[in-house]
């Protein structure tokens, strides 16, 4: 039987999402957990890996088993096996043919940065942050000179093991609320770090280092080493992903999980 779940975490205390050989991943303390409760060795797939420090709102992972157990099994009974900075929101047996990866129609992400002088307190590790006053109407024009199909290149991390950069970048919208800024992107599938780059040069667009149509110059040039720094990793969550309504999931455009504000 193949089982969908719906997780969100913290990812502050964790090594990212993918498991290592010490531990210390969000796939290992859920196979952890899975595995006491399916009383078997667990193995469980997710719709869009996570580095270190990076959040969860709706993340979607898939996991098969010969155990058969209620759907509040999968939810209760897994999160009291949890460590409290990651929770199963839902469960739902799904079919065999349905992969939480590939069955994919696209993914959301949402970058939480804070700007203003004081580094933040309450909201530490869960917030990006920059010091300086940002322009977000130049950094949200900059933002629109992303949209569409794109060779993202220049916005690609060096280890990064798609087979091509090119994406379809569906949303890029950056929206002030006081002192928080909120960064939406959402995509078919995108690069190892492409978020936390884009915000890098949306950043550097909005302290006023380059015009926003340097972005655009950046996606033309598809040169890594001429664009602005990787931004830090507390601010960003993977938001939501997105599929065909066959598969009767709890997730969709129609479900867009959200944080502050």
């Known amino acids: 039987m193949r089982i969908a779940l719906g997780l969100e975490y913290d990812g502050s205390g964790f090594c990212g999402w993918q498991s290592q050989a010490g531990g210390g991943s969000v796939q290992d303390a859920l196979e952890s957990a899975l595995s006491v409760v399916a009383d078997a060795p667990t193995r469980a797939v997710c719709a869009g890996r996570t580095d270190a420090g990076v959040h969860a709102l709706s993340q979607v992972v898939h996991f098969d088993t010969a155990a058969v157990r209620p759907d509040t099994a999968w939810v209760r009974g897994v999160n009291a096996h949890l460590p409290a900075a990651v929770a199963v929101r839902w469960a739902r047996p799904v079919a065999a043919d349905f992969h939480a990866r590939f069955s994919a129609l696209g993914r959301r992400y949402r970058y939480l940065l804070l700007n203003r002088g004081e580094r933040p307190g309450l909201m530490a590790a869960r917030v990006g942050w920059f010091h300086r006053p940002l322009d977000a109407d130049a950094m949200a024009a900059a933002a629109g000179l992303l949209l569409g ?113």
């Not at 950069?165 to 190892?192: C, I, M, Q």
């Not at 492409?194 to 926003?212: F, Q, S």
């Not at 969550?237 to 502050?260: K, M, Q, S």
Request: net charge neutral; hydrophobic share 45%; charged share 25%.
């Open 149 to 261: 199909e794109h060779d993202f290149s220049a916005f690609r991390a060096a280890e990064c093991q798609a087979k091509s950069p090119v994406k379809t970048l569906r949303r890029a919208e950056v929206k002030r609320h006081g002192d928080l800024l909120v960064l939406d992107f959402e995509a078919s599938a995108f690069l190892h770090h492409m978020v936390r780059n884009l915000v890098g040069a949306l950043v550097y667009v909005g302290k006023g280092a380059h015009p926003p149509m340097w972005v655009g110059e950046l996606l033309d040039g598809r040169d890594r080493a001429r664009a602005a720094p990787t931004f830090e990793a507390s601010g960003l969550y993977f938001a939501g992903v997105d599929y065909d309504p066959v598969w009767n999931l709890r997730v969709g455009a129609g479900e867009t999980a959200t944080i502050l504000p």
